[in-house]
C-alpha cells in the first residue's frame, strides 16, 4: 500500500501555499496532519499531482484568546488544543469533544483545521464547530472570506472551501455567561472510532437557574453535523427540566435524517440520537448549575 | 513456594529481549543482494473468464523485471495440494482462465521496489467475463453452479460418523428439537501480515526461503508444487513470526516467489500488505451452516444428536477437520464455493 | 512519474541523519529499508494499528502517515533509541519482560514509544492514562493486561 508519486513542496508562508492552489489547481491537495489524508493516498483512493505540506508554517499553530472568541491556527495540533487549560475554560466544548476524537498519536500530529476541512459526518470537532456557530476564515491567492460554520459544512466530506483556498483559522465563540455547562457525548464501537452517533451541548443560565442560552447538535445523522437552534431558542426561558429536555432531544431525533450501515440501523441511530441528545443536555445543564 | 525448579517460578522469557530492544527479525528485516519486490494484481470479480491480460505497459513501467501470469506459471508449476481426494481439484498462486474467487491473484509483478510494483501492477489489463457465482454453502451444495466442473460438484469431502444408536434413538423420540446455526467467514489478522523472501543458488540448486510461518509440511509442499527433491527447499525457521493465529498457510506466496526467484535468478520479497491479508480469499476461516436435531423423550432429554455441519472452504479446500462432539450421528459435508470479498478499489 | 529527490536532515536517536527520498517514501520505510532501524514495524500502512509507532520531537506520531520529507528538521526516536546509553535495557523496557507484556513482539515497539512518550510528559499515570496512552495501538497476542501493568510497573520504578 504504497502511495502513488507525487511532487511534493514544503511552503513556507499561507501566500506560498495559497499560490500553489492557484497554479495547480485540484491537482493539489495540502498536506497537514495527514491522518485521513495518507490512508486514502497509500490505498490509492487519492492520487493528487502536488502535495503542499502546510506543517511547517508557523503562522498557522496558534491559540489566540479575544474578548468573545478564541482564534484557533488551522494547524494547531488536536493534542495542543487538547492540553490547552485557557482554551479549555473558555471554550470547554473543544477539549470534551477531543477526548473522544482518535488516538494519542492521531492527535499529535492531526490538526483542528484538518479535521474540518475533510468534513466527516460523524467526526467530532465539525459538530462542535456547528453548534457553537463558528466561524471559518478562509484565505486565497485573491484575498480572504469568512464563513459560519452552517455555510462551511454542504455535504458528507464536503465544504465550500474553493479549489484555489486554505483554511487559515476558526473562531471559536465563547459564552460570556457565568454559569454555562457544556457537555459532548457519542456511542461508538470502540473507543477512538468515528461516532456511531455523537451529541454536544452548551447551555447558560441566570441565577434564578432559569435557561438564557442554550445550544445543541448531533453528528452521524445526516450528510453534515446538525445543530437545532430553533429547538435550543425553545429552551430558553425554561428551567431545563428532564421532560423539556427530553422533548427538544426527541424533536431533533425527529428531524434528522440518519442512514444504516454495518455498525447501526438508520432506525438505531435516531434512537441513539433522542438518548444521546437528552443526555448531553443534562450534563450541561448539572456542569451550568454547578458553575 | 514451588518445589519445583522451572515450574512455578516466575521465569522471564528467553526471546523477550530482543523484541523489547528492536532486534526482532522478521520476514520484513531480511534484506537480501539484489532482492526484487512483487506485487500482485487480484481480480474484483467472484468468478469470471479470464479473456486477456496485457502485460506491456506493465512491463514498459520504470524498474520492472518481469510480469507473471498463469499461463506461463500453471505450466511449469504442479497444484498446491488440496488435502482431500479430490484429484480433478486443482490450485495455483495464479489464476488459469478463470478467477474463482474476488481476490484470487491473476498476474504478479517483479520490479526494484514495492512501490513501482504496485505502479506497473495498475497497467496490467484483465478482460473479465463474469460468469455466475455462488457463495452460500447451502446454495453451493444444489451444484447448480460448479466451482471446479471437472470435479463434477461442490462436494468436496462427504463423511459419516456414526457412534450408538442413533436411528433406533430418533425412532424411539416422544420429541424432536432441531435449530440451525450459521456463522460467517473469519479472519485472524495478525498484527505481522504474511512476507516470504525466496532465494535459488543455480549452483547449488538449493531454495532458501525465510517466511513468516507456523505450519507443517511447508517445505514440502513447496517443493513439490515446483518440482523439486524435498531436500532441495531450505526454511529458515529462526525468523521471528508476529503472530498468525491460524491463517498464516503461505505455500501459495511461497511457491510464487520461489518460482520466480529461479525464473529471474534474483532473490524475491513479497510481503503482504493489510489490503492483501483482508481480501485474501482462501486464507480465511470457513463459512458454516450447521442443524442439529436432536430427539428426546420424556425420561431421557438428550438421547442422541445428528449434528450436520456443511462448511465452505472456499474456492478450493485445505484439508478441514470436521470435528463434533456427543454420541451422535453427524455427517459432514465440504462443498467447495467461491470466495467473494468486497471487490477492490484501486 | 516524479523521480525528484528531497534532501532531507533528521536527528535519528541522537545522530544526525542525511538522505536525499523520493517525497513519497513513507518515514516508517525510510527509517527500516534506508536507516535499517527495522525495529519499528509495518502492521497496517493506514494509521489504525500502531506498530508504526515512533517519536517525532519526543511526541507519539504514526509513522506510516507521514512522509520521510516531512521529518526535514525534526527529531525522530524508534524503539532502538530507548535503550540506555549503554544499550542497556530501559526501566518500562525491563518491565514488559517482567510482566510478560509481549509474546510475537510485533506490536511491541509500538507500544514502548506510545508508553515512553506517556511516561517522559506524565510519570504518574492512572490506570485510565496508561490506557488512553496505548489506545493507538493494536496487540492480537496478549489482551493487554500485561501491557498496562508493564506500563505500571515502569512508572513505580522510576522516582
Not at chain 1, 153 to 175: H, K, N, Q
Not at chain 2, 7 to 17: D, Q, S
Not at chain 2, 56 to 73: K, N, S, Y
Not at chain 3, 3 to 29: C, F, M, W, Y
Amino acid at each position: 500500500m504504497k502511495s502513488a508519486a507525487f511532487e511534493y513542496t514544503r511552503a513556507a508562508s499561507i501566500g506560498e501555499a495559497c499560490e500553489l492552489l492557484a497554479r495547480h489547481g485540484d491537482g493539489a491537495k495540502l498536506l497537514a496532519g495527514g491522518q485521513s489524508l495518507v490512508p486514502m493516498m497509500a490505498m490509492r483512493l487519492l492520487r493528487p499531482a502536488w502535495l503542499i505540506d502546510i506543517n511547517e508554517i508557523a503562522a498557522l499553530k496558534f491559540v489566540a484568546a479575544e474578548s468573545d472568541a478564541v482564534r484557533v491556527g488551522a494547524c494547531t495540533r488536536q493534542a495542543v488544543v487538547e492540553r490547552d487549560s485557557a482554551l479549555a475554560e473558555r471554550v470547554p466544548l473543544l477539549r470534551q469533544a477531543l477526548a473522544w476524537v482518535g488516538h494519542a498519536q492521531t492527535r499529535n500530529r492531526g490538526t483542528i483545521g484538518g479535521s474540518l476541512a475533510h468534513a466527516d459526518p460523524s467526526a467530532e470537532l465539525p459538530l462542535v464547530a456547528q453548534v457553537l456557530g463558528a466561524r471559518l476564515l478562509l484565505r486565497s491567492s485573491k484575498g480572504k472570506r469568512t464563513l459560519d460554520a452552517a455555510s462551511f459544512f454542504t455535504g458528507a466530506m464536503s465544504t465550500a472551501i474553493r479549489v484555489d483556498e486554505c483554511l487559515e483559522e476558526i473562531e471559536w465563540p465563547v459564552w460570556r455567561e457565568s454559569r454555562t455547562g457544556s457537555a459532548f457525548t457519542e456511542l461508538c464501537i470502540r473507543h477512538g472510532d468515528f461516532a456511531v452517533v455523537a451529541a454536544a451541548a452548551q447551555v447558560a443560565l441566570d441565577d434564578a437557574g432559569r435557561c438564557v442560552r442554550a445550544a445543541f447538535g448531533l453528528a452521524a445523522v445526516g450528510q453534515t453535523p446538525l445543530a437545532f437552534p430553533k429547538l435550543a431558542a425553545g429552551l430558553v426561558g425554561s428551567f431545563l427540566t428532564e421532560d423539556l429536555m427530553r422533548a427538544a432531544a426527541n424533536d431533533a431525533a425527529d428531524a434528522c435524517e440518519p442512514g444504516g450501515d454495518l455498525h447501526a440501523s438508520a432506525e438505531y441511530r435516531r434512537h441513539l440520537a433522542g438518548v444521546l441528545a437528552a443526555r448531553a443536555l443534562r450534563e450541561a445543564h448539572e456542569k451550568a448549575k454547578a458553575a | 513456594m514451588s518445589a519445583y525448579r522451572y515450574i512455578g517460578k516466575g521465569r522471564r522469557a528467553k526471546e523477550h529481549p530482543r523484541f523489547v530492544t528492536g532486534r526482532g527479525r522478521y520476514v520484513a528485516d531480511i534484506s537480501l543482494l539484489g532482492m526484487k519486490h512483487i506485487a500482485l494484481v487480484a481480480s474484483p470479480h467472484a468468478s469470471a473468464r479470464i479473456a486477456a491480460i496485457r502485460v506491456d505497459a506493465a512491463l514498459a513501467a520504470p524498474g520492472v523485471h518481469h510480469v507473471l501470469t498463469g499461463e506461463e506459471f500453471c505450466a511449469h508449476t504442479d497444484s498446491l495440494q488440496i488435502g482431500v481426494d479430490a484429484p480433478k481439484v486443482t490450485r495455483w498462486a495464479l489464476a488459469r482462465g478463470v478467477v474463482r474467487y474476488a481476490g484470487e491473484w491473476v498476474a504478479a509483478v517483479v520490479a526494484d521496489s514495492r512501490a513501482l510494483a504496485e505502479d506497473a501492477a495498475e497497467l496490467v489489463e484483465v478482460d473479465y467475463q463474469p460468469l455466475p457465482q455462488v457463495v452460500d454453502p447451502e446454495e453451493a451444495l444444489e451444484g447448480r453452479i460448479l466451482v471446479h466442473p471437472e470435479h463434477g460438484s461442490n462436494i468436496l469431502y462427504r463423511r459419516k460418523f456414526v457412534w450408538g444408536p442413533v436411528e433406533e434413538a430418533f425412532a424411539g423420540a416422544d420429541h424432536r428439537l432441531s435449530f440451525r446455526a450459521s456463522w460467517g467467514r473469519s479472519a485472524t489478522v495478525p498484527i505481522e501480515t504474511f512476507g516470504v523472501v525466496a532465494s535459488w543458488d543455480a549452483g547449488t540448486q538449493i531454495l532458501d526461503i525465510w517466511a513468516s510461518i507456523q505450519m507443517p509440511k511447508y517445505p514440502d509442499q513447496t517443493a513439490r508444487a515446483l518440482r523439486l527433491p524435498g531436500n532441495a527447499v531450505r526454511v529458515h525457521y529462526d525468523v521471528d513470526v508476529g503472530g498468525s493465529y491460524g491463517v498464516k498457510r503461505g505455500i501459495k506466496h511461497t511457491v510464487l516467489a520461489a518460482y520466480l526467484a529461479r525464473r529471474l535468478g534474483a532473490p524475491m520479497r513479497l510481503i503482504e500488505d493489510r489490503l492483501e491479508n483482508m481480501r485474501g480469499g482462501d486464507m480465511q476461516g470457513r463459512t458454516a451452516c450447521s442443524t442439529c436435531r436432536r430427539p428426546s423423550t420424556a425420561t431421557e432429554r438428550f438421547a442422541a444428536c445428528a449434528f450436520a455441519p456443511s462448511t465452505t472452504s472456499g474456492p478450493t479446500p485445505v484439508a478441514r477437520r470436521c470435528s463434533s462432539a456427543s454420541r451422535s450421528a453427524p455427517s459432514a459435508a465440504l462443498t467447495a464455493s467461491p470466495r467473494s470479498s468486497t471487490s477492490r478499489s484501486r | 512519474m516524479s523521480a525528484t529527490l528531497h534532501p532531507i536532515e533528521v536527528e535519528v536517536n541522537g545522530k544526525k541523519r542525511s538522505s536525499q527520498v523520493p517525497a513519497r517514501l513513507s518515514l516508517v520505510d525510510w527509517l527500516r529499508d534506508e536507516l535499517r532501524l527495522t525495529g519499528t514495524h509495518v502492521g497496517c500502512e493506514h494509521g489504525v494499528c500502531g506498530a508504526c509507532s515512533v517519536m517525532l520531537d519526543g511526541e507519539a506520531v504514526r509513522a506510516c502517515l507521514m512522509y520521510a520529507v516531512q521529518a526535514h528538521g525534526h527529531r525522530v526516536t524508534t524503539v532502538e533509541g530507548l535503550t540506555k546509553p549503554d544499550g542497556g535495557m530501559s526501566p518500562l523496557q525491563d518491565a514488559f519482560c517482567e510482566t510478560h507484556g509481549l509474546q510475537c513482539g510485533y506490536c511491541t515497539p509500538g507500544m514502548l514509544i506510545a508508553a515512553q512518550a506517556l511516561l517522559d510528559a506524565n510519570p504518574r499515570p492512572t490506570e485510565n492514562e496508561i490506557r488512553e496512552a496505548i489506545g493507538g495501538n493494536l496487540c492480537r497476542c496478549t489482551g493487554y493486561q500485561q501491557i498496562v501493568d508493564a506500563v505500571r510497573l515502569a512508572a513505580s520504578l522510576v522516582k
